[in-house]
């Protein structure tokens, strides 16, 4: 007798992301008149849960057989001389998305001290392999579209996780969209650049997995819902970056100089 095809793993993926998205669809609010339940939703603030911990699965299955043991390597086989001069350039490359982001937000020092720090290590730290403006006393900061549009009063929208790209909501996806199209990098044209931006995406991956190895696995370790660990960590941290520019804004408008008017050796 012969047997029949085995499903292959695209298509169990795919039955996997449709049976999420019936599930999605089947949620409901709690009991307007149970107020644990209604605060705890609303904290969550996660109404396609179904779907995103499918999506999470997905995600956990990928990281497992692939992102995980390339990152392992990664931290293996590259010395940590080696991997903190990779994050140093990576940081300096995206130097362009950051000083833009400064200035959407009126952050006059922040965007002084984004151009300051991209001329000091890119010179005397040879392409940005080492950071010398840290130590000259111009610390870097972070700075993203998605930061840019919580400033302009965009609300973040509902929690999401996506398949390796991670946890999300539609104001950040949105805003790595237009980080990723307003990067000069990406329009350089000929193949030695374009290799060299498939470089800076893997080595980009690599780095930030390789990062998230010890935390990602104390959380599946210690945590019983890893899921909901990580949905309340990602929130907690992109309110505090989203704090900490809407603060560095305020205090550009008041004292006309920017945020940081303590120096240059304060931590942002």
Known sequence: MSRSPRPSPWSRLFLLLLLGAGLAACATRPDPSDPEAVAEFREANDPLEPLNRASYFVN?????????????AYRIFVPPEVRVGVR???GNVRTPVVLLNDVLQGDS??????????????TLGVGGIFDV???????????DFGQTLARWGTGEGPYLFVPVLGPSNPRDLAGAGAD????????????FWSGLNTGRTVASGLDTREGLIDPLDAVRRESLD???????????????EVARTSGASQAARGTGFGAGT???GQNR
């Open 133 to 143: 403006a840290k130590d000259l006393g111009l610390p870097g900061h972070a700075n």
């Open 88 to 90: 140093n350039v990576l």
């Open 226 to 240: 890893p899921y909901a660990t990580i949905r309340s960590a990602y929130r907690q941290r992109r309110a505090a």
């Open 180 to 191: 990723l199209a307003t990067n000069p990098l990406n329009y350089v044209g000929g193949e």
């Open 60 to 72: 956990d299955g990928i990281d497992t057989l692939l992102l995980r043991p390339a990152a392992e």
């Open 262 to 264: 303590g120096g240059p």
């Open 109 to 122: 020092y922040g965007a002084a001290e984004t151009l300051g720090r991209f001329l000091l290590n890119t």
